[in-house]
Antibody
Framework: QVQLVQSGAELKKPGSSVRVSCKAS????????ISWVRQAPGRGLEWLGGVVPIFGTPKYAQIFQDRITISADESTNTAYLTLSGLLSEDTAQYYC?????????????WGQGTLVMVSS | EIVLTQSPGTLSLSPGDRATLSCRASQYLSRIHLAWFQQKPGQAPRLLIH???TRATGIPDRFSGSVSGTDFTLTIRGLEPEDFAVYYC?????????FGQGTKLDI
């Protein structure tokens, strides 16, 4: 049974960067789309972007294009989200998700979430 | 981008009732690229339905999905107490992937 285990909560200053990791245990990430989804307190779900490790090139939502980097390390079965230029509005729970296949397949397995708080 | 509009925003029902949740896409969306999720407080979303009408592994058959044109529906027959949660639809056929704003199913 594949599980996605994310790194711990982060408290960041406005303007700084945060890196969140997502490690797969009991399975692989390589051939699957790995997406990052966030949820601000009391709000809905928002897709930030994703990557299929064997394809290499990530895809990003345009509104984050300038300050997001998504990558994956196949050797350690770990995906990463880096978000820079943090604003208070970036305070949210960040989830990694493994799809059931590559692009165009369902979000089958979710990580437990990582709370990122942005505050001065 | 494809905008998904869910209705109603809140649905107040009782255990044993039937719930009908709607999700309308702003443009054509292939049925194979629409999913429904359930989210309870403090938890990650859980996949219920993918490809508009296929139940995910372990999902009870009281949950069903259907589609008519750009209108997608999640139906829950015989509500159980554990079904009261927030439900989201999502399209994964076109970038950026998008979610509906959610329907809260209330007792």
């Amino acid at each position: 049974q594949v599980q996605l285990v994310q790194s711990g909560a982060e408290l960041k200053k406005p303007g700084s960067s945060v890196r969140v990791s997502c490690k797969a245990s009991g399975g692989t990430l390589s051939r699957f789309a790995i997406s990052w989804v966030r949820q601000a307190p009391g709000r809905g779900l928002e897709w930030l972007g994703g990557v299929v490790p064997i394809f290499g090139t990530p895809k990003y939502a345009q509104i984050f294009q300038d300050r997001i980097t998504i990558s994956a390390d196949e050797s350690t079965n770990t995906a990463y989200l880096t978000l820079s230029g943090l604003l208070s509005e970036d305070t949210a729970q960040y989830y990694c998700v493994r799809s059931t296949g590559t692009w165009g397949t369902a979000f089958g397995i979710w990580g437990q979430g990582t709370l990122v708080m942005v505050s001065s | 981008e494809i905008v998904l509009t869910q209705s109603p925003g809140t649905l107040s029902l009782s255990p044993g009732d039937r719930a009908t949740l709607s999700c309308r896409a702003s443009q054509y969306l292939s049925r194979i690229h629409l999913a429904w999720f359930q989210q309870k407080p403090g938890q990650a979303p859980r996949l219920l339905i993918h490809e508009a009408s296929t139940r995910a592994t372990g999902i009870p058959d009281r949950f069903s999905g259907s589609v008519s044109g750009t209108d997608f529906t999640l139906t829950i027959r015989g509500l159980e107490p554990e079904d009261f949660a927030v439900y989201y639809c999502q399209q994964y056929g076109d970038f950026p992937y998008t979610f509906g704003q959610g329907t809260k199913l209330d007792i």
